[in-house]
């Protein structure tokens, strides 16, 4: 009796060689949401609020109370709170193997401290959660944004 063959080969030896690897390269359970490794795709969703900053071990989230942030897909960063807006630019990027946000404002003060390469903590699609590590003394500041 003679089985279906391909070069020569038996048949059912490719087929539990494509099962094979099918089991081995398949999805496992863990893959089902990722998290984006890159924030760009995340921040110019919608508008953005800070709802955490320490600087220097002082809690200065009040600083930006009622402010929207707007991460614009051309690398300009807008606040808006009613009338007032500040601008500045956004960037994304990888250092020493860290995902970054890079921030940069150049007024007013409060926002001039934002103005950092920031380590990505945490991404999601509602929160973003930062800290900046100095190289200078070393103290390490903390910054959230949550979508509004």
């Not at 942030?69 to 500040?86: D, H």
Request: aromatic share 10%; net charge negative.
């Amino acid at each position: 009796m003679n089985r279906p063959a391909i070069a020569g080969k038996p048949l059912i030896g490719y087929l539990i060689l494509i099962i094979l690897a099918m089991g081995t390269f398949s999805c496992n359970k863990n893959d089902d949401n990722p998290l984006p490794n890159d924030p760009s795709g995340v921040l110019t969703n919608g508008s953005w609020r800070i709802t955490y900053f320490r600087d220097r071990d002082k809690d200065e989230t009040a600083h930006y109370s009622g402010y929207d942030f707007i991460f614009g897909s051309n690398n300009s960063l807008t606040a808006v709170q009613g009338s007032a807006t500040v601008t500045g630019t956004w960037a994304s990027g990888t250092d020493n193997s860290k995902r970054k946000l890079i921030v940069g404002f150049s007024t007013p003060d409060d926002f001039e401290e934002l103005s950092e390469d920031w380590e990505v903590i945490t991404i999601a699609s509602t929160v973003i959660e930062l800290k900046h590590t100095s190289g200078g003394d070393g103290h390490t500041d903390y910054l959230t944004f949550e979508k509004n």
